[in-house]
């Protein structure tokens, strides 16, 4: 592998993914096709603009013609898929969106493996598609349990992925991570939300009663868990990435105003959402094995985390306006 084809590279984990080959991999040559949609962001990936190894292609996964250019005119021979519409509660409102690019796009992502007979095509998946995990912790090989339609469009790429490999001998590999944490995520998501409206006093909008557990890993640690699959995983195979460490969303919001130093009354708790899964816990002893294991604990995770929204204000408050106020409102208002 030389020349990387990485997919949805100007979102939160693809940019930091990118940054993180450059650094690891002085030969690589590493293309970014990303469509720039709402979250995609190239702020993101300033700091490599200029680096010769670097190349962005604005285009969408679901445009064959655009991905057959990009691998021809590149010699891609690997490819890392991150694009994907993501937010649970947008899947709610609008699933269309999800089921085009989560699954369709992984299609064409897939046909342009097969033509150009890349060395690897990595998939990266979620936990969500096991479903809520009420007790013990989820394997590789448990059933796909789907609860919203974000988890079931990811859940139908995962399967494509696996049809590819057995039907055409893709060397396919998947990674189905938890939750992260980490500069430059969406203020869409549970975390950058509750940190930058706690920094302007204003109310954490908590689901139900806060109780639904989350396992939250840094995302360079989710990163080289993905390096390690890419290079070393066996193709047909899925590999579950976390902290095997779940939080009570509760404590989670409690830790954050207590790093801001704000006070619990921040919180404020509204109407759950539907089909909230309660719990998800991944069983990661399959990666562990290749000698991965996360490095942060989720208190230095959310501390980094914290401290980074704070010093970077000029990167998140251009985004919580326009679309994203619109959004916040149907979201949150009559909750």
């Not at 021809?72 to 690997?78: F, K, L, Q």
């Not at 694009?83 to 269309?96: F, K, N, P, Q, Y």
């Not at 689901?207 to 193709?235: A, K």
Request: with cysteine; net charge negative; charged share 25%.
């Amino acid at each position: 592998m030389q020349n990387i084809l990485v997919t949805g590279g100007a979102g939160f984990i693809g940019s930091h993914f990118i940054r993180y080959l450059l650094r690891e991999y002085p030969s690589y040559k590493i293309v970014n096709l990303d469509a720039l949609r709402y979250s995609g962001n190239l702020d993101n990936l300033r700091d490599i603009e200029g680096d010769p190894r670097y190349t962005f292609v604005q285009g969408d996964i679901c445009d064959a013609e655009k991905v057959d250019e990009v691998m021809g005119e590149h010699e891609i021979d690997a490819l890392v898929n991150f694009a994907a519409e993501t937010h649970v509660d947008r899947s709610l409102m609008e699933a269309g969106s999800f089921i085009q690019t989560d699954v369709y796009g992984t299609y064409i992502l897939l046909e342009a493996a097969r033509k150009y007979q890349v060395e690897r095509y990595h998939q990266v998946s979620t936990d969500e598609v096991y479903g809520q995990v009420l007790e013990g912790s989820s394997l590789e090989t448990d059933p796909l349990l789907t609860r919203s339609p974000y988890a079931a469009s990811k859940a139908g790429a995962d399967l494509m992925c696996h049809a590819y490999f057995v039907s055409f001998n893709i060397p396919v590999t998947i990674t189905r991570g938890s939750n992260n944490i980490g500069p430059y995520q969406y203020p869409e998501k549970v975390i950058p939300l509750f940190i930058t409206n706690a920094i302007d006093d204003l109310p954490l909008p908590l689901y139900g009663d806060g109780r639904q557990m989350r396992d939250y890993q840094y995302v360079s640690d989710h990163c080289e868990g993905i390096d390690v699959v890419l290079h070393r995983g066996q193709p047909g195979e899925v590999y579950n990435l976390g902290t095997e460490v779940e939080t009570f969303n509760i404590d989670m919001a409690r830790m954050i105003l207590k790093l801001l130093g704000k006070p619990e009354s921040l919180i404020q708790h509204v109407r759950d959402r539907p089909g909230h899964d309660r719990r998800y816990s991944l069983n990661c002893d399959k990666i562990k094995a290749l000698g991965w294991r996360s490095r942060h604990t989720f208190e230095q995770a959310l501390e980094k985390t914290v401290q980074w929204y704070v010093d970077n204000e000029w990167w998140w408050r251009k985004i919580k306006s326009g679309e994203y106020m619109e959004y916040y409102s149907r979201q949150y208002e009559g909750r």
